[in-house]
């Protein structure tokens, strides 16, 4: 899979949307960018993934720039609920099935009162 | 809907002790995966299930580690003999099919304390 880069750390203040970046400048044209995050102690959580277009749901937006270099996650109302390590991922297709999933560094994302 | 469960969320066991832990996944999902988490690492791989194909145990550490999956649903992951370096916290996923992209749910993990 291509290699992700993320900020160790953010902060936002509780309310306002939190931006986390991602670069992923070696990314190829049949690869996804996938977004998981991870509370404390709890298993790690399905956020949202994208191919070129931006991607919205329930939980936040996928902002993916138009040479796919990089992406944008956004929550747009942070919750202190919303402190987590966000991870950043980008998922080639597998030639079998079952591609396993390898988590980086992540940002640590605190949401402040 | 349910997500994935997992049993128990916490298990402390005495060294050379045999234990089993449980994966229940999303319904209709064919897709199944174990995977280990250490300490302040990320996820280790540890096997991958899919409908009635032979899993792929590439990433079972040792033969002590065994899994498997009853019926295409739930999952016993069993580790015998239990070492000190086994404490971990366990965690399955399950995906709808495996296929690309395989959008991977999962479950809330088995914290494993071998003492």
């Known amino acids: 899979d291509a290699k992700t880069t993320q900020p160790p750390s953010m902060d936002c203040a509780e309310g306002r949307a939190a931006n986390l970046p991602c670069n992923h400048s070696?990314?190829?044209?049949?690869?996804?960018v996938y977004w998981y995050r991870q509370i404390h102690s709890q298993g790690p959580q399905y956020i949202i993934h994208?191919?070129?277009n931006n991607e919205t749901n329930e939980m936040a937006s996928l902002i993916i720039t138009e040479d796919r270099k990089s992406s944008t996650l956004i929550l747009p109302h942070a919750t202190l609920r919303d402190t987590a390590v966000y991870y950043c991922?980008?998922?080639?297709?597998?030639?079998?099935?079952?591609?396993?999933?390898?988590f980086g560094e992540g940002t640590q994302l605190t949401v402040n009162p | 809907g349910a997500g994935v469960s997992q049993s128990p969320s916490n298990k402390v066991t005495e060294k050379g002790k045999d234990v089993e832990l449980r994966c229940d996944p999303i319904?209709?999902?064919?897709?199944l995966y174990w995977y280990r988490q250490s300490l302040g690492q990320g996820l280790e791989f540890l096997i991958y299930f899919q409908g009635n194909s032979a899993p792929d145990k590439s990433g079972l550490p040792s033969d002590r580690f065994s899994a498997e999956r009853t019926g295409g649903s739930v999952s016993t992951l069993t580790i015998q003999r239990t070492q000190q370096e086994d404490s971990a916290v366990y965690l399955c996923?399950?995906?709808?099919?495996?296929?690309?992209?395989?959008?991977?749910?999962f479950g809330p993990g088995t914290r494993l304390t071998v003492l």
């Open positions: 991922i980008v998922r080639v297709r597998a030639e079998t099935s079952g591609s396993r999933l390898t």
């Open positions: 070696t990314i190829s044209g049949n690869e996804y």
């Open positions: 996923a399950s995906s709808l099919d495996g296929g690309y992209p395989d959008t991977q749910y």
């Open positions: 994208g191919l070129k």
């Open positions: 319904s209709g999902h064919t897709a």
